[in-house]
DNA sequence: AATGAATGAGGATTCATTCAT
DNA sequence: TATGAATGAATCCTCATTCAT
C-alpha cells in the first residue's frame, strides 16, 4: 500500500505530523527503548524507510517531539504570565509554571532522554536549532518572569528559568520509577522520595522563589542599611 | 587464564571491588552503553562469565557502584555536618554539600542512570535494599540538617535532601551534554544552560536554603503578628 | 555485500528457497545444534539479520524444511497410489511407503526434530498451518490406501497413516546412532537395534498391514461365524 | 554446607541414588534443556562439581536415568511373562508390554533423548555399557515373548522387541506436543495424531503381533501347501 | 517521495565443566 | 571427596539505518 506522495510543502508538514502523533502515542504507552521505528512506521500507516526521509534519526524524531511539547509549555506559560501587569506572589508564579508544565504530562520524559539520549545521536545542525530555539524561548519567558516578579535583578530571570528547568528534569525522573521500584514503594519507610510530580515540584520551585527574593532583600538591607 | 579462586568472604568482597573499580574505571571514559560486559571482564582481568557471579546484571554492577558513591557522599556530609553542634548559615551548608557531591565527580551521572536505566532491570530484593540504603542514610542526613539549620521545622530536613538530590540530579544533566552539544554551546547567544556543575548547584541550592527559612519567618511574622 | 533487492513475490519465494536449500545442505552434514545461523546465512550468500525476515526463528526454518520433505513425501506416495485402481498387497504399499520415504532421506531426522524442537519455539499461527497441511495430506493419502487395501474399514486408513508416521520416527531414530554408538556397533553381540532403516521400516511396516488386515478377517469370520 | 564424604561404596551408591533420583523428579516437571545442572545439584543438596565427580556428564547422568528406567521396564516384563509356561494371546502379550511400559512414564521421554542428545555426549564406554545392557535385556525377554507367542520363529522375539522399542519411541513423541501444539490440537479436523499414549500404542502393537502371525500362517502354508 | 528488503554490528547472559582449595 | 569460584564458548535475534526499486 503505497501512500501519495506528499509533494506540497502542508502536505509534508502534515505528514511529519502524523508521523509525531504516532511516536506520541507510543510514547504515552512504552518507554523509548521499547519503541521501535517500525512500531512508530506501522502506527503511522508509513513504510519504515518514510520515517527516515523525514527525521535522519530516530533521537531527532524524539527531540523534534520535546521541542514541540516546550514550545507549547512556553506559550502556556507566556501567555499566563502576559495576562497582566501587575506583579505575582511567588505562589501564583509558582502555580503558573506547574500548570503549563503539566499540561505537556510527557514532556518531562521527555527532557529526560534529551540529555542522555537524544542529544547523543543528532547531528551539528539539528543540535544547533534546537538549543536555538531553547535558548530564545527560555530567555523571552525569563523577561516575563522578571516582568512579574519585579524583585528579580536583571539576569536573574534566566537563572529562574534554569532552576525551572532543572526541577522539572530531577523531579520528573523521581517521580516515575521503575515498575519494580513502583511497588515496592508502597512499603513504609520507603516513602522517601515517592512523591507525586505536581506538589513536589510546587514546593520546591516555591521554596526557590521565595530564596531569591530574600537574596535580594537581604542584599537590599545591606545596601540601605 | 584463571584467576585465584577466591574462596573467603574477604577475598571475595576484594574481587567485588577489583570488578566495581574496573567498571568505575570504564565509567569516567566512557557513556554507560559503550560499556560492554566483555570490557568490563577485560579490565578486571576476569573471564565474561565471572562478572555475572558477583553480580546478576550489569545494571545491577552499576547500581551498586551508585550505592557506594552514594555511601561516601553521605559520609563526607554527615561528617562535615557533625563536627560540631552550632548552627551553620544556609551557605555554609551549601557548601559543604557541594563539595561532598564533587567528591563523588561520576555520582551524578550515575543517579542519571538510576532512575531511567539501573532500576529498569534489577530483581525486586536488589531494588529494595537500595532503596532501604537510601531511604536509611537519607533519613539520617536530614536529621543533621534540621539540626544545623535551626529554622527547619520537623519533617524538613527530608524535605531539604529530597531536593538536593533533584537539583544534583537534573543540573548534572544540563552539564554533562553530548559532545556535539559541548562544541555548540561555545557560540555566543547559546550560553544558556551552559554551566559548570559545581556554581550552578550552589547558586540552586542556596536559593532553596534561603526560601525554606523565608517560609519558616513568614509563618512566625503571621503567628507572632 | 548487498544482494538484489527481492521486491516481487515470485523473486521473494526464490530467495526463500535459498534459505532453506542452504539449512538444508547444512542439514546433511551436521547436526541441527551446530547449525549456526550465522552458517546458514553465510551459506545463502545473505546477511544475518536477512533471515529473520523469511523465517521468524530458527526453528520455524527448520519446521518449513520439514514440511516441504513432507510435502514430497506425500505427493510422491499419492501417485504411486493413484497409479490404478486395483488392490495391492500389503508388500506392494509397503514398499511404495518405503521408497516415498527415502526419496527425502533426511526426512526422518527432521522428524525427530519436529516434536521435540521444532513446535518448541515456533509462534501459534505457525504451528496451526503445519498442523493443518499435516492433518490434510494424511487424510488424503490415508484415502487412497483404503482404496487399494480393500479390506481396510473406513478410519483404518488414518491408523495406517499414523502407524507408518510413528514407525518412520522411531525406526529414523534407532537407525542414525551418534558417532560413538556407530563405531560400537560393528562389534558382535551388540549387533541389536543396529539397523539400516529401510529393511526394517519394510519388515516392520508389511507385519502392521497384515495385522490389520488379519484383525478384519478374524472379526468378519466372527461375524460369518 | 559440606556433605559428610562418602567413602564406603554403599554411600556412594546413596549418593548416586539422590542425585539420579533429583534428576528424574525435575525431569517430571520440566523439559531435559530446561533443567540445568545447577539445579539437579541445589535438588540434591549437593555442589554442583560433586554432580560432575559421579557422572562425567549431564548427558551420562540422564543416560543412567535411562537405564534404570528401562530396567525396571524388563524386570517388570519379564516376570509378566514368566508367571506361566502357557501361550499367550497377542492381545494378552500387547496389554503386558503396555502396562510395563506406563509403570514409567517417563521413560518415552527419556528415550526420545537416548538417540538424539544422551549418546551424543558421552564416552566409549559408558556407551558400550549401556548397549551392553540393552542387548542383554532385550534378548533375554525377546527370549521369554519366544516362549509365551509359540507362533513366534526363532529371532522373530528380537524383531518384536526392537518394534516395541521403535513403537514406544515414536508414540511417545507424537503423544507429547509442545504446549503450543497441545492446545491447538483442542480444535476440529487437527485431532489427527492427538492421541494418548497407551491406545494407540496397544492397538499398534496389537496389530504388529497379529502380523507376525499372519505371516507365520502365511508361510506355513504355503510350505505345507 | 515511498517502499520495504537487506544489512550487520551488537551483546548480555547461560551453563556445562574444570580445578584450586 | 566435596566445594563452588572461575571459565569462556556459544548464539539467537533485534533494530536503526540504507538504498535499490
Do not use: C, W
Not at 508538514?13 to 504516532?22: K, S
Not at 536583571?154 to 516515575?176: C, K, N, S, W, Y
Amino acid at each position: 500500500m503505497v501512500q501519495r506522495r506528499a509533494r506540497q510543502v502542508h502536505q509534508k508538514e502534515e505528514r511529519r505530523q502524523v508521523i509525531l502523533g504516532a511516536a506520541l502515542d507510543l510514547f504515552e504507552r512504552s518507554p523509548f527503548q521499547a519503541i521501535t521505528t517500525a512500531l512508530v512506521a506501522s502506527k503511522s500507516g508509513l513504510a519504515k524507510g518514510t520515517i527516515f526521509i523525514y527525521f535522519k534519526t530516530k533521537e531527532e524524531l524524539f527531540l523534534v517531539l520535546a521541542e514541540e511539547g516546550l514550545l507549547k509549555f512556553f506559550e502556556a506559560l507566556d501567555e499566563a504570565l502576559s495576562e497582566s501587569k501587575d506583579p505575582l506572589s511567588p505562589n501564583a508564579v509558582t502555580s503558573q509554571v506547574s500548570i503549563a508544565l503539566q499540561g505537556q504530562p510527557h514532556l518531562t520524559r521527555l527532557m529526560s532522554l534529551l540529555y542522555t539520549v537524544l542529544e547523543h545521536n543528532v547531528d551539528r545542525l539539528t543540535a544547533l536549532r534546537f538549543r536555538e530555539f531553547l535558548a530564545t524561548r527560555t530567555t523571552r519567558t525569563a523577561r516575563y518572569l522578571e516582568q512579574r516578579l519585579p524583585f528579580l535583578a536583571p539576569g536573574q530571570g534566566l537563572e529562574l528559568m534554569f532552576q525551572i528547568h532543572v526541577l522539572a528534569l530531577g523531579i520528573g525522573q523521581v517521580a516515575d520509577p521503575a515498575p519494580v521500584v513502583k511497588e515496592l514503594l508502597q512499603a513504609p519507610g520507603l516513602y522517601i522520595f515517592d512523591t507525586p510530580f505536581g506538589p513536589s515540584f510546587e514546593r520546591s520551585l516555591n521554596a526557590l522563589v521565595m530564596g531569591l527574593q530574600a537574596q535580594v532583600d537581604h542584599s537590599n538591607s545591606i545596601e540601605s542599611g
